[in-house]
């Protein structure tokens, strides 16, 4: 059975600090996402990873796929309030069906 | 454009009543999804549609789950005899091209 497993839970910080989200995942797939879900609303795609190496970046956000490892980081780089959320990773097990299975979510609070 | 749209946006039942909930997917996309997101679960995918059919229902948690799609368009799950484990928000994403899913603003279901 797969397993998503993000790290860590819950984060903390303050603003202008950088910060790492990891996500290991336990079976071969080259296609990553992340998700931004802000309190009582629904997911926002954040970035598609689909190849082993890629890295992607948005504002002060970034990811990047190591398909090997079976890991994928979102980098947060001088977090700023407006970043506060719960971020999800997912992994695409099937064969062109994009079924997705997420990791737990990593709830970040960045504190002025 | 108008995204995913959902409906009820809030459901409260009584344990044992029927429930039907509602996806109306971007006009076009031919792939629609469900999900379930509940505290002690995570996300958790239900089923795929293609089209009409439904090539992937490995996620329904039992037979009281069903779900269908008419005309390639709008979608249905319902729960029969709901049980409390049943409460969660339940989402419904669609998507055109396989590296890409767009998600509803979902349906929180409150079984008392």
């Known amino acids: 059975e797969l397993k998503v497993e993000q790290n860590p839970l819950f984060l903390s910080m303050q603003e202008g600090k950088n910060y790492t989200i990891y996500c290991n995942y336990s079976t071969t797939s080259d296609r990553l996402y992340w998700y931004r879900q802000d309190p009582g609303k629904s997911l926002e795609s954040l970035f598609v990873l689909l190849s082993n190496g890629a890295v992607k970046q948005e504002g002060r956000l970034m990811a990047s796929l190591d398909t090997k490892a079976r890991l994928s980081t979102l980098h947060i780089t001088a977090a700023v309030h407006d970043l506060s959320a719960t971020y999800f990773c997912a992994v695409d097990i099937s064969q062109g069906a994009q079924k997705l299975v997420f990791g737990q979510g990593t709830r970040l609070t960045i504190n002025p | 454009g108008a995204g995913v749209s959902q409906s009820p946006s809030n459901k409260v039942t009584e344990k044992g009543k029927d429930v039907e909930l509602r996806c109306d997917p971007i006009?076009?996309?031919?792939?629609l999804y469900w999900y379930r997101q509940s505290l002690g679960q995570g996300l958790e995918f239900l089923i795929y549609f293609q089209g009409n059919s439904a090539p992937d229902k490995s996620g329904l948690p039992s037979d009281r789950f069903s779900a269908e799609r008419t005309g390639g368009s709008v979608s249905t799950l319902t729960i029969q005899r709901t049980q409390q484990e049943d409460s969660a928000v339940y989402l419904c994403?669609?998507?055109?091209?396989?590296?890409?899913?767009?998600f509803g603003p979902g349906t929180r279901l409150t079984v008392t």
């Open positions: 994403a669609s998507s055109l091209v396989w590296y890409e899913q767009y």
């Open positions: 006009s076009g996309h031919t792939a």
